[in-house]
């Protein structure tokens, strides 16, 4: 009878065991799915490594807090379909094992060079918008639409040669002045080369080392669709002659294709000025204190070496928050709803800039997979974005001047970097004033 029990017994936990042994890892695996999906990682603040001063303090500039690269589709406007195309070419996942290559326009628009076809006219990605899209467009923003899939054009007058070695100078481009003007504004680029935008060896104001400054001007061809001009082809090659330091491109120099000189210049820096540490960009109407800009961008090269990072990462200007779209036709930042919804990312004013020359490169990457926007200190903003990158704010970057009761007193400049906007004249005053200050500013 005992032996009975005792097999039994036997039987009855061989056969128990493996229910057990099941009911266990049951519970195990419900609570590894219960933990996995409870678990929550630790919110970690991220910052890139970009010095450069903000509005409050001098701590490094802040990744941006929102997205603004999203899925969402707005279908009445264009720019936002032609990103979000472009968007899903570039997606690897989307894109899968393909090679990546963008089909060629179906057919061609016409071109901003007139009869001319452009040697690379796919440099851009963006599909090109269909007649319809164009005839719902303001006459302007309609023309910037035909050909804001072309990126390429042909350089005019080159300066290959700007940022070589020679024998007055054996120093690199500390910093390199490309400033954005027109054909017939000679009086602007003459004010600048007599001013602020000398090349050659530039001293610090405050007595530290200075740096080799060399200037450009960034032109298109003049276009005579805004009204008649002079012709002026023949003393642009004289000024040319004389100084060497214009850069002419063949594409209508209108307001909304400022834009284009980013583009074609961040191509020239690449191939003819790599060695360049810094680059200013700006308006031919601004006043800089380049000295005092040369002692800031020392300070901040200084601070980079500590970090013994690869690039140093700056952009700084005088930077514009929450902003949206001007709705309103009579002004030329007017951008209709039916080309472009949504905010701006944050962007620095575009009376000018200062940012590294490896920055710019990595900016001159990173357009190619953003389409072309009518406003050049935004679309900066929207390539920015793209990299994870905001621009500091400096309180010296004026793109609004100085309070009115200041404008005249050359004592209220001695904390500024960048002032917008002076007459020729009033830079040339204003240099003078600046170099014979008096003793109590």
Not at 171 to 196: C, D, H
Not at 248 to 258: P, S
Request: proline share 7%.
């Amino acid at each position: 009878m005992g032996k009975c029990c005792k097999c039994n017994g036997r039987l009855l936990c061989l056969c128990l065991l493996p229910c057990m042994m099941t009911g266990h890892l049951l519970i195990y695996i419900m609570v590894t799915i219960f933990v996995t999906v409870s678990y929550a990682p630790p919110k970690i603040t991220i910052h890139y490594v970009a010095p450069g001063i903000s509005a409050n303090s001098g701590a490094l500039a802040s990744h941006p807090l929102g997205p603004f690269w999203n899925l969402h589709l707005e279908n009445s406007a264009l720019w936002n379909r032609l990103q979000h195309s472009l968007d899903r070419q570039n997606n690897p996942i989307l894109r899968g094992n393909t090679t990546g290559t963008v089909r060629k326009p179906k057919a061609e628009l016409p071109s901003q060079t007139g009869d001319k076809r452009l040697p690379d006219r796919t440099s851009c990605k963006c599909s090109e918008a269909g007649p319809h899209d164009v005839n719902n467009m303001p006459e302007q923003i309609g023309v910037f639409v035909r050909s804001m899939h072309c990126r390429s054009y042909p350089i005019l007058i080159n300066q290959p040669t700007t940022c070589k070695r020679n024998k007055t100078s054996r120093e690199y481009p500390m910093l390199l002045m490309a400033v954005k003007s027109q054909v017939g504004n000679f009086e602007n680029r003459q004010a600048i080369r007599e001013t602020w935008g000398r090349s050659g060896l530039v001293e610090g104001e405050s007595h530290r080392k200075g740096g080799l400054v060399r200037t450009v001007f960034l032109l298109g061809r003049q276009d005579s669709s805004t009204g008649p001009h002079p012709d002026l082809k023949n003393f642009l090659e004289l000024e040319n002659r004389k100084y060497g330091d214009i850069l002419q491109w063949d594409f209508k120099d209108t307001f909304y294709n400022l834009t284009l000189k980013d583009l074609l210049f961040w191509h020239w820096l690449q191939q003819h000025c790599p060695t360049a540490v810094f680059v200013f960009k700006g308006d031919d109407d601004v006043f800089v204190r380049t000295g005092a800009l040369l002692d800031y961008l020392h300070q901040q090269w200084e601070e980079h070496k500590l970090r013994n990072q690869t690039h140093i990462n700056l952009f700084v200007g005088d930077v514009i928050s929450n902003a949206f779209p001007n709705r309103n036709p009579s002004t030329k930042y007017y951008i209709p709803e039916n080309f472009y919804k949504g905010a701006y990312p944050t962007y620095a004013g575009g009376g000018g800039v200062v940012y590294s020359a490896s920055l710019a490169l990595r900016l001159k990457e990173v357009s190619k997979n953003v389409c072309l926007f009518p406003i050049d200190d935004v679309y900066l903003g929207m390539c920015l974005q793209r990299l994870g990158l905001s621009p500091s704010h400096h309180p010296g970057f004026l793109t609004f001047d100085l309070p009115e009761t200041d404008r005249g007193n050359p004592c209220a400049h001695r904390s500024v970097l960048m002032v917008h906007r002076r007459s020729p004249k009033e830079m040339l005053t204003l240099w003078q004033q600046l170099h014979n200050l008096p003793a109590h500013c």
